[in-house]
């Protein structure tokens, strides 16, 4: 599972990294779910973009309780909540992206409280692999028309309006590796260097070989603070390491 991460790296780095233009940047030391964070698409690959962290599908009807954040790699033709978006098969309303981060966290257990732990990877930002999905809310009622009638000329009353539709993005996990299995039987597919685009562009059948378990040597961890438990909390003070033992 992956519930929060931050990515909290100067945007001339990732323009460089991924090869993109970056704009509306803001650093997010605790992202989380219902938040619009950056994400490069399969339909607009040169520029980073702003999706909401929970996907929800072009056919569903909306919940309060937000979308799915995490997609299960092994099962993603299986679900039509991912199937449309993984087999690229209507690029105008789903597809695949890259989520871009340079950590994220897990949790143990100290003394029966909830302790992150920040996971990185030795090249620093790196992407996880995702998939997104534009909602369109039903259309709206407006209330009454300011001027007293309608658009045909009619009496005043209500009138329709179109919202605006949203981009959603969810993260695809699989099973962990030998050092993230200590915290959780799922994993982020975190995506190696050179092979993000792939993600994007290959065919669905060719990138399931992307989805595997990063190498457990090329990651390290260290426990930081508490404060990171309430999602409301944002500030470089969250990814500073603590003294805390969190055992073998």
């Not at 340079?102 to 949790?107: M, R, S, T, V």
């Not at 009619?154 to 030998?178: K, L």
Request: charged content about 30%; proline content about 8%.
């Amino acid at each position: 599972m992956c519930g929060r991460y931050s990515l909290f790296v100067d945007p001339d780095v990732i323009e460089t990294r991924f090869d993109v233009t970056v704009e509306g940047y803001e650093r997010r030391y605790n992202a989380a779910p219902g938040q619009s964070l950056p994400v490069i698409t399969d339909d607009s690959p040169e520029s980073v973009s702003h999706f909401e962290w929970g996907l929800v599908p072009p056919w569903a009807e909306r919940s309060s309780d937000g979308g799915h954040i995490n997609a299960r790699g092994e099962t993603l033709t299986e679900k039509p909540s991912f199937q449309r978006a993984f087999e690229q098969t209507e690029p105008d309303s789903a597809g695949r992206c890259l989520v871009p981060a340079d950590g994220f966290y897990e949790w143990v257990d100290v003394d029966g409280e909830r302790q992150p732990v920040r996971i990185t990877v030795d090249d620093g930002v790196f992407a996880m692999a995702g998939l997104w999905a534009e909602w369109e809310p039903e259309t709206v009622q407006a209330g009454l028309d300011t001027f007293g009638s309608t658009s045909s000329g009619g009496e005043g009353g209500d009138r329709s309006e179109a919202a605006d539709p949203v981009r959603t993005f969810t993260i695809v996990t699989t099973e962990p590796n030998e050092l993230l299995d200590r915290f959780h039987h799922r994993m982020a597919v975190v995506l190696p260097e050179g092979e993000e685009r792939d993600w994007l562009d290959r065919p669905s059948s060719n990138a399931r070989e992307l989805i595997e378990p990063y190498p457990s040597e090329r990651m390290a961890f260290e426990p930081v603070s508490r404060a990171l438990n309430d999602p409301s909390n944002d500030s470089p003070a969250l990814v500073e390491p603590v003294d805390v033992d969190i055992g073998t």
